[in-house]
């Protein structure tokens, strides 16, 4: 609200008396500032002005500059000067009636340095009548800039690591496909003999045999009959292949002293893989024999309809339907890795052996530090085209507060794979670090799908003035990054539940949590979290000191 509007009764008087004399100084009671203390927000200072001209002040052949300054000790910026102008005047200014007086509204935006944190916003006057130009005093209306929103809290955000893609047990499977001829089930000794089946004969003694680093888990044994000819003619096929088919098998294993499962199955016309094998041929009607199998589903009109289509029938029998009369042995098999034990024995005698799935996944069993830079290091030199490694020193130069060494990182990682999301996310930390907002937006762009691109979502909309955006990006976070979202969110009572679970609580932690105590008019809260902070990072007492936030709080400071 407006405070209430006056003059002393000595300046009504000298404005009585002096009509045609020069237009006065102004009251700071005629004067409002929404916000009452100015606030940066996404790096500038916005503030409406409201003002009033009082009654037989603004003279009719006058014009009236105001402009609004906000000064401090070395400095100013100024903001947009708005006009008024007399009735007699001819001009685009707001017109204010000389008996009546007027009201008006101006805004103004700073970019905001630091030094506004103890700085007077005042209004500047330039009045012109006729070819005279002077000025009055300039009137103060408001005091200092909340910087809250400035505080370097970035820091404190956990950069995205890239994850490792190692796996112990890894399944594979090995097949083989034993063709048939038209309408027939016999085991012919040239598929037998083929050189497909020998390699699949290889892979299940080879695997059998060493135990350690492999396991068979079954055999399966898939019979088909090609859909053409009716259901009771291919059904008899397809289980006389199957039965021929496992027998062959069964013989094989127990010759070889294999003890493994069995599983066999058939299917009497597989019209599943028709489809698969037409979709990916050059077939000219494709799309039409596509179209009838969507359409049918009985087999018999399915295989009636698609011999009517006569141009490619032929095509079909020559070149597809052979490939379905099989029966196809697939081997399921276990790929079993280096234990957790084994894989930090190589690192430590011999890392050449690791993959770089290993080495990566190696870093995640220890919490030492030194061992993880150790082991991305190592995996740098060994498998230099990985951006991974890079992209994790990076990671762990941030948490340790060396934003310029992470950022080397991230920038090596970069150079390895631009687009990889944790090197975009990170990168866009790096450029918040240093203020750089649009640079971090671009990059935070490209980041979707990375651990910790929230966070870093969080901090650009801090610097872009989004609150509650940032509230949301966050999360369940607790760091100091997320409690000052919810503070310039207006949600104290979330922001001191996050300060209490941070981690590793720092200077800035004490530091919020003094400002949550100021905003809650809980001084004892200020004192403990401002003594606490003082004592972490000392230089906090002078920023505490010109801080708006604890204008009520002064003598907490001496």
Not at 392 to 414: H, R, T
Not at 416 to 442: F, H, I, M, R
């Amino acid at each position: 609200m407006m405070k209430k509007l006056y003059l002393p009764l000595v300046a009504l008087l000298v404005l009585a008396l002096s009509s045609c004399g020069k237009m006065g100084e102004l009251s700071s009671d005629y004067f409002t500032t929404n916000p009452e203390v100015l606030e940066a927000v996404g790096g500038k200072v916005p503030v409406t002005i409201n003002g009033k001209f009082p009654e037989k002040y603004m003279k009719k052949n006058a014009t009236v500059e105001v402009t609004p300054v906000l000064r401090w000790n070395g400095g100013e910026a100024k903001g947009q000067p708005a006009t008024f102008q007399g009735e007699k005047v001819e001009g685009n200014g707001q017109t204010i009636s000389y008996k009546m007086g007027g009201s008006y509204s101006m805004k103004a935006n700073f970019d905001y340095v630091p030094e506004m944190a103890k700085s007077e916003l005042y209004l500047d006057f330039k009045i012109t009548r006729g070819s005279k130009t002077y000025t009055i005093p300039s009137v103060k209306v408001a005091d200092g800039v909340i910087a809250t929103s400035e505080l370097p809290t970035v820091n404190s955000a956990n950069a995205s690591y890239a994850n490792d893609a190692f796996q112990r047990i890894i399944k594979q499977a090995q097949e083989a496909n034993i063709m048939f001829l038209i309408q027939q089930a016999n085991l012919r000794n040239s598929e037998l003999n083929s050189a497909e089946m020998k390699e699949f004969h290889k892979k299940v003694a080879e695997v059998n045999a060493d135990t350690k680093n492999f396991k068979l888990n079954n055999i399966e044994v898939s019979a088909y009959a090609s859909p053409d000819g009716g259901v009771k003619l291919n059904t008899g096929l397809a289980e006389n292949r199957e039965e021929n088919a496992e027998k062959y098998l069964n013989k094989q294993l127990k010759k070889a002293k294999i003890e493994t499962n069995v599983d066999a199955k058939y299917t009497a016309q597989d019209w599943e893989g028709f489809q698969e094998l037409v979709a990916k041929s050059n077939l000219q009607d494709k799309d039409l024999i596509l179209r009838v199998l969507s359409m049918y589903q009985d087999p018999e009109q399915r295989e009636n309809e698609i011999k009517n289509i006569s141009s490619v029938y032929k095509t079909l029998a020559d070149e597809i339907l052979p490939q379905l009369r099989r029966a196809r042995l697939t081997a399921n098999y276990d790929i079993i890795g280096r234990s957790d034990e084994e894989i930090n024995e190589a690192f430590d005698t011999d890392a050449k052996v690791l993959s770089v799935e290993e080495l990566l996944y190696a870093a995640t069993l220890t919490n030492d530090n030194a061992r993880k830079e150790a082991i991305f290091k190592k995996t740098t030199e060994l498998y230099p085209n990985d951006f991974r490694a890079y992209n994790n020193l990076g990671e762990l130069a941030y948490a340790a507060g060396d934003a310029a060494k992470a950022e080397s990182y991230f920038k090596q990682a970069a150079a390895k794979n631009a687009n990889a999301p944790e090197v975009n996310a990170n990168l866009g930390l790096s450029e918040l670090v240093k203020n750089n907002v649009a640079a971090a937006e671009s990059y935070l762009g490209k980041a979707t799908g990375a651990n910790a691109v929230n966070e870093a979502l969080g901090n650009l909309y801090i610097k872009q003035g989004q609150y509650q955006r940032a509230v949301n990006a966050f999360g369940d976070a607790k760091t100091n990054s997320a409690a000052q979202a919810q503070i310039l969110a207006k949600d104290y009572n979330k922001a001191k539940a996050t300060l209490q679970a941070v981690a590793n609580k720092d200077a800035m932690t004490d530091y919020l949590m003094a400002i949550v105590g100021a905003r809650t008019n809980n001084e004892s809260l200020v004192s403990s979290s401002l003594k606490s902070a003082i004592a972490k990072d000392a230089s906090l007492a002078t920023k505490a000191a010109n801080d708006r936030e604890f204008a009520k709080y002064t003598s907490l400071l001496k």
